[in-house]
């Protein structure tokens, strides 16, 4: 198959911050009008946002810079053809990023259950868990050392398979904006979470995974689809009332600074 042409790849790169930025502003703008819950004051508001944006600007320096760019090379691969298994067949674009998104959407149910399951990652991923009052900046909030490995994996297991690196920038075009809604200090219309259930992780559902409570926090994994969670005996159906969130003793300030939140991995809870 042939690259993609570089006027192509640079609407997908326009759309991607677009879909990102353009989220941020509108979930930020919801949640200062009309928010689920109130932070005790504007200035705590502010805090938790630029902490949580400055998680996200390690990631962008470490993993994406570092390792997606310098180690993996994916920035000069992300239109090229990924030479695996599906490469044996001459899929047409839209089939290929149909199944590729599908695809990378499994991956990602397990690769998030596996955090959960394996103590030394689990370390990692409790950084974005231990958020005690989720915003849409809590979709930003991991531990640059987990989104790094994630990458690794990620890219290589897409280069196995044969899925090209642009089929995981279109579907960031529809799950950028999801992540920021799942996480976002706002109610979402019942009307919506009735009809998207079925098929996606609304935000209620992804609330349920934010629980204090180890077993609920073990459930609902899925990133986009939330058919994997049916299938694989992990969904929670989520409660009329939600409740808290966050992890068992990691609620104090010091888990919270930005510093905390980098050392968290390698402190004893
Ligand atoms: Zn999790």
Excluded: K
Excluded at 94 to 104: D, K, M, N, Q, W
Excluded at 145 to 164: F, H, K, N, R, Y
Excluded at 194 to 212: D, G, K
């Amino acid at each position: 198959m042939e690259p993609l042409s570089d006027p192509v790849l640079a609407l997908l790169r326009g759309a991607y911050f677009g879909t990102l930025f353009g989220g941020f502003f509108f979930f930020l703008l919801w949640e200062g009008g009309a928010p689920r819950i109130a932070f005790v004051s504007a200035a705590a508001r502010r805090r938790h946002v630029l902490r949580n944006l400055g998680m996200l600007g390690l990631v962008v320096l470490i993993a994406d810079l570092v390792v997606g760019g310098w180690l993996l090379g994916t920035v000069n691969r992300i239109g090229a053809a990924s030479p695996g298994l599906l490469s044996r067949f001459d899929l047409a674009r839209p089939v290929l990023l149909a199944i590729g998104i599908v695809a990378i959407d499994l991956f990602a149910y397990w690769w998030h259950r596996t955090c959960h399951a394996i103590p030394w990652l689990w370390r990692l991923h409790r950084v974005h868990h231990s958020d005690t009052h989720l915003d849409a900046t809590t979709g930003a909030r991991a531990h640059a050392l987990e989104t790094s490995l994630e990458i690794v994996v990620l890219v290589g297991a897409m280069l196995l398979a044969g899925i090209p690196l642009w089929v995981e920038l279109t579907r960031t075009l529809f799950l950028n904006p999801l992540l920021l809604a799942q996480h976002a200090n706002v109610i979402v219309p019942p009307w919506f979470e009735r009809a998207a259930r079925p098929l996606i992780i609304t935000p209620e559902i992804h609330r349920v995974h934010h629980s204090p409570i180890r077993a609920e926090q073990d459930s609902n994994f899925g990133q986009i689809f939330s058919i994997w969670d049916r299938l694989f005996g992990t969904y929670r159906t989520p409660p009329a009332i939600t409740t808290d969130v966050g992890v068992a003793g990691l609620s104090a300030e010091c888990f919270q600074t930005l510093t905390g939140m980098c050392i968290t991995p390698f402190r004893r809870v």
